[in-house]
């Protein structure tokens, strides 16, 4: 056996590497090798101890701890490359109870709560200026007291919601008329004393005046001048005032100066419409006299309606001429537009057609829209004046704002029509009243008979006749013996053409 054994110190898995070595190489043969090499290297002893070197026999200071930082660093590394390690392991048995309800409660639900208040208040979040009320333009009032109604009636209480209301007023005064001519109105309005305010029985007044009821509506005056809530007031003074000069039971004061200095101006206003609808206009005239002499303005409305008023008399003429004169140069104009439509209407019966034009520009530069009933009167005026290029372009005018034309809006302009003699414009319009629902008058069927006669459309003029007397019109002489004319006619001009 030829192997060459040093004498130093083995172990043991150094004998073991020269063994796997010597077997692979065959020079572990038999069981003697193995004993000589069992007795060559050997186990040293216990006791010996190694020589330390020269480097390490006096270190000059103490061992620095390692810097955690690196040290984990490091250990990260190691768990990088090999995965993780027992201690990792132990780290993850050593976690706390709560720690692992925690993690477990993940994957159940809602994280359980310490025991305590469980139920607590929170306070309410800060209200947020954007979200209180969006930016943009303020809501006008009418679109607030459409939508809104219903939420502003539920805030609000019993007698907000009733002293003002329409419908409980009229009901009101309903009640009172159905009351026995031997009740008196307290029966009726003692019930709702509560709720009633100042104001709120003007409007019951003037419904018992529409009801030719004035006498009720006197002693409901005198119930409410009892209760010091209700009375004094100008509106429900004003009220009781016009019913009573309309029905003509209004004693006039005998000092008018002096009633002209204590009374109100809607009181005096009153007063004057009520003489106006009782047809007293010598009255109501000389009431407005007595005011400009006060120094009292009125308001321009009452003229214009007095103005309307005296135009129903033809004999009054003159008179009419001097109030437009009186209210033209009044340097405030302030009219509504059902007023400013009957002056231009007046206008036009007295041939005054530039006060007319006047009206209508200054109603239209004051910022307000004219409507249907306006410009009928504007065509209507112009083709007074025989002004019919300007009438219809007033008719155009009207027609670009997609007005929706009325019967008297149809039969002024037909009219119109057949002073141009334009016969397909009036035929469209005949046929669009037709389409819109009315029934045609007489006087349109006459003009749209002459206006078909004009141009030889003799079928045509017997087919309108037709019509008309279908519908229970008697044609007059005129338009009779101008069909047997045209149908005299008609065979001659067929026959030459």
Known sequence: MSCLVTPCWFSWRDMSLVRENMASTGELRHRNAYRFIHMVVRKPASGSKRKVPKNLRYPRRAKVPPDPDIDRMRRRKQLADTGPSTSVEEEDDSWSEEALDAISSLFQGRVPQKPGKLGRERPLPLPVPFKIRPLGLPTPKDHIRSVASSLASSRSSLCKRVYKNPTFLIELAREIRDLPPEKNVSKVLDKWIAVLRKGSLSMTIRELGHMGLPQRALETFCWAKQHPQLFPDDRVLGSVVEILARFSKLKMPKDMENFMGSASKSVIEAMVRGFIRAGKDGTARKLLSIAKDAERTLDPSVLAKLIADVAKNPEKQELVSVLLEEL??????????????????????????????????????????????????????????????????????????????????????????????????????????????????????????????????????????????????????????????????????????
């Open 328 to 497: 033209g140069n009044r340097e405030e104009l302030k009219l509504k537009q059902q007023d400013c439509t009957a002056l231009m209407k007046v206008c036009t019966k007295l041939g005054r057609f530039e006060a007319a034009e006047s009206l209508f520009t200054w109603f239209k530069n004051s910022g307000q829209k004219p409507s249907v009933v306006m410009y009928t009167t504007l065509i209507h005026s112009r083709y007074s004046s025989k002004r019919y290029r300007e009438a219809m372009a007033a008719t155009w005018e009207l027609e670009e704002l997609n007005h929706l034309l009325d019967l008297p809006a149809y039969r002024v302009v037909i009219r119109l029509c057949v002073a141009l003699d334009d016969l397909p414009r009036a035929v469209r319009y005949f046929s669009r009243l037709k389409e819109a629902g009315f029934c045609p008058t007489y006087d349109i069927y006459r003009d749209m008979i002459k206006l078909y006669a004009q141009n030889g459309r003799v079928a045509k003029c017997k087919e309108v006749s037709k019509e008309a007397e279908l519908e229970g019109f008697k044609l007059d002489k005129e338009t009779t013996s101008l069909l047997q004319i045209k149908g005299e006619l008609g065979p001659l001009r067929s026959s030459t053409s």
